[in-house]
T-cell receptor, first 111, second 112 residues
Framework: AQKVTQAQTEISVVEKEDVTLDCVYETRDTTYYLFWYKQPPSGELVFLIRRNSFDEQNEISGRYSWNFQKSTSSFNFTITASQVVDSAVYFC????????FGAGTRLTVKP | DVKVTQSSRYLVKRTGEKVFLECVQD?????MFWYRQDPGLGLRLIYFSYDVKMKEKGDIPEGYSVSREKKERFSLILESASTNQTSMYLCASSLSPFREQVFGPGTRLTVL
């Protein structure tokens, strides 16, 4: 069975610090997809990124970047120069034929 | 603006009541999902559906059932609500199992 582990339950940083959210997954399949979602205080989950198992290129989108390493089964998410608006719960998810989510990491960015 | 809507943001029910949670999407998505979200447990999949009248059990289907009579609507039913079903319920839809899911705002259900 697929499994996603987000070992960091809560992280607190001061604005402008860089922060990395860890995600480790388990799967027996060779074809799968990895996702990150953000859940701000308003509650609605927002999709951030999708990555397939054959594409190990890292991706950067503004202050966000993602590091996918199949060798360590990890798909980590880094926010550079964090801002208060980044405060949210972040979920990593794995999809083979249906989606399974990690427990989430609550990020608090203090001014 | 494409979206997933859920019938209620907050719901309070009594133990033993039959509860219906409705979810509607306007994106013509094939796939729809119901999750419950509890602190420290993340999102757990209750049921999902890949097509009209189709349903598949997720990780925690006990105490729940679903109905999908139309493509755009996916209902979650608690046949006899219990206090341990107090939770946040999230509905989502996607174009395919490997595509990102679009989530509704959630229904916070309290069973007294």
């Amino acid at each position: 069975a697929q499994k996603v582990t987000q070992a960091q339950t809560e992280i607190s940083v001061v604005e402008k610090e860089d922060v990395t959210l860890d995600c480790v997954y388990e799967t027996r399949d060779t074809t799968y997809y990895l996702f990150w979602y953000k859940q701000p205080p308003s509650g609605e989950l927002v999709f951030l990124i999708r990555r397939n198992s054959f594409d190990e290129q890292n991706e950067i989108s503004g202050r966000y970047s993602w590091n996918f390493q199949k060798s360590t089964s990890s798909f980590n998410f880094t926010i550079t120069a964090s801002q208060v608006v980044d405060s949210a719960v972040y979920f990593c998810a794995l999809s083979e034929d249906d989606m399974r989510f990690g427990a989430g990491t609550r990020l608090t960015v203090k001014p | 603006d494409v979206k997933v809507t859920q019938s209620s943001r907050y719901l309070v029910k009594r133990t033993g009541e039959k509860v219906f949670l409705e979810c509607v999407q306007d994106m013509d998505h094939e796939n729809m999902f119901w999750y419950r979200q509890d602190p420290g447990l993340g999102l757990r999949l209750i049921y999902f559906s890949y097509d009209v009248k189709m349903k598949e059990k997720g990780d925690i289907p006990e105490g729940y059932s679903v109905s999908r009579e139309k493509k755009e609507r996916f209902s979650l039913i608690l046949e006899s609500a219990s206090t341990n079903q107090t939770s946040m319920y999230l509905c989502a839809s996607s174009l395919s199992p490997f595509r990102e899911q679009v989530f509704g705002p959630g229904t916070r259900l309290t069973v007294l």
